[in-house]
């Protein structure tokens, strides 16, 4: 996790769930930042043209707003894996 403040205010921030695959390096799973003017997500690797777009950046609320949801959303992924790996 990434945040970044400016007077007191959230200004950008990025959510990120990586792990270790098989061959040992390390893997984003999932990014959901608020860079480029917009809060989007990244699944798999991180490259602009595949990112899904959750909402466009108008004020500061709009970054500050988004970040809890966010969290919540990798998190919640993150948590929806493990219990599958339980599962195998």
């Known amino acids: 996790m990434r945040l970044v403040r400016?007077?007191?205010q959230l200004v950008d921030w990025a959510v990120t769930w990586s792990m270790k695959d098989a061959d040992g390096k390390f893997r984003e799973k999932i990014c959901i930042d608020c860079g480029h003017g917009f809060v989007h997500r990244h699944d798999g690797k991180h490259r602009r043209e595949t990112a899904v777009?959750?909402?466009p950046i108008r004020t500061q609320a709009d970054v500050q707003q988004s970040f809890q949801p966010s969290y919540d959303e990798v998190y919640d992924a993150y948590i929806?894996?493990?219990?599958?790996?339980?599962?195998?």
Not at 80 to 88: D, L, N, T
């Open 80 to 88: 929806s894996f493990a219990e599958q790996q339980v599962e195998k």
């Open 53 to 55: 777009v959750i909402r």
């Open 6 to 8: 400016w007077n007191g």
